[in-house]
């Protein structure tokens, strides 16, 4: 059972900058890919960034491309996402999660998932 941990949110005025991390218990197929969705109340969870090993293959939502960036560190088990320029609708919960495989044009179905991290950006 693959556990993914998060960590970094936080509260921001608009126009600033927070970086979220997130670690995974193993580095196996399972967490082949991994990224982050975000979820506010009464909206569905929204796919927000991936990364995959092959390539590697990355994906950004229309909604963050150009303001966020996600890496992965060489142990494979560690991601980051600078999320800079944030904008009051970047606020909400942001999940971790883990899966076998994804592509570049956002396809990817987790099988993990962490317990989220609140981010907030005020006006």
């Known amino acids: 059972q693959v556990q993914l941990m998060e960590s970094g949110g936080g509260s921001v005025q608009a126009g600033g900058s927070l970086n979220l991390s997130c670690v995974a218990s193993?580095?196996?197929?399972?967490?082949?890919?991994m990224g982050w969705f975000r979820q506010t109340p009464g909206r569905e969870r929204e796919r927000v960034a991936h990364?995959?090993?092959?390539?590697?293959?990355?994906y950004y939502a229309d909604s963050v491309n150009g303001r966020f960036i996600i890496s992965r560190d060489k142990a494979q088990t560690t991601i980051h996402l600078q999320m800079n320029d944030l904008k009051p609708e970047d606020t909400g919960m942001y999940y971790c999660?883990?899966?076998?495989?994804?592509?570049?044009?956002?396809?990817?179905?987790?099988?993990?998932w962490g317990q989220g991290t609140q981010v907030t950006v005020s006006s």
């Open positions: 999660a883990a899966g076998r495989s994804c592509s570049t044009r956002g396809f990817f179905p987790p099988n993990y």
């Open positions: 193993e580095y196996s197929e399972s967490t082949y890919c």
């Open positions: 990364i995959g090993i092959a390539q590697p293959t990355i």
